[in-house]
């Protein structure tokens, strides 16, 4: 019971799962307060959706670095999960060349180095001007081409452009790997095929997903981290979500996909 009442303390789920249902009910009759608390917990996730307050200041937003940290403290506990991020994880094979990177980890080195969005004070508006390492409004990766709207990671400036939150979220990636090493894998870097028992972090794009969901009253943010959440929720309990993570890519282009990195849901 005191297992079963952790997990719905944390995840909170609009619609939790039938066989945590199905346990509590066999467990009321002999623990019926513990019941009526874990179905409490149900139902204030019921009224609250998947919303997790920011640590030590509720009712501001997120931080990059509290979210990165968030994501560290989940990566590092004994339950495998994934973890989806909305913006690119990577650039295009065009900037690889022309700055002569050659495997993903000497992609977050280089970047942090020159795009040190994970210091103190560091904007990108700041770093932008006259900085060596940038590209062009027409290069995009493969996985960007696949799509009907997907933006270039270079370019800023316009409506719903994912250059802002690229250049700023990447160094935090970097971060995320220096806490939790090699027991966490980052699809497809790490290559496309899945190990076992390994937490997964993948690059999402909630434009695919959004439209699928009713909005039940959240706001934009709130509907593309609740859709990205349900349709992993959904997939894996179908038994789906793993021919997603192994897109129909001839040799080459997965070759480049293991550099540019690849959006969860594309295929």
Known sequence: MKRLLESVAFTKKTDPD???????????????LEAVQCLKHLCEG??????????????????????AQWCVDQLQGNQPIIIGIDHAFSFPMTYMDRYNINNWYDFLSDFCQHWPTHLNNN????????NPRSGSNDEFRLTEKWTSSAKSVFRFDIQGQVAMSSHAGIPWLKYIIDQVGDSVHF???DGFNLPPEKSVVAEVYPSIFR???????RNRDEHDAYSI??????MDGRGDLERYFTPPLSPGERKKAELEGWILGIC
């Open 187 to 189: 699809w497809p870097f």
């Open 46 to 67: 019921d009224k609250e959706g998947w919303e997790m307050h920011p640590p030590n200041h509720e009712g501001w937003n997120w931080t990059r670095k509290e979210i």
């Open 211 to 217: 439209n699928r969901y009713l909005r039940h009253g």
């Open 18 to 32: 039938y066989r945590v249902v199905e346990r509590l009910a066999e467990l009321s009759e002999k623990m019926p």
């Open 229 to 234: 959440a349900m349709w992993l929720k959904q």
């Open 123 to 130: 904007r990108v508006a700041d770093l932008r001007e006259n």
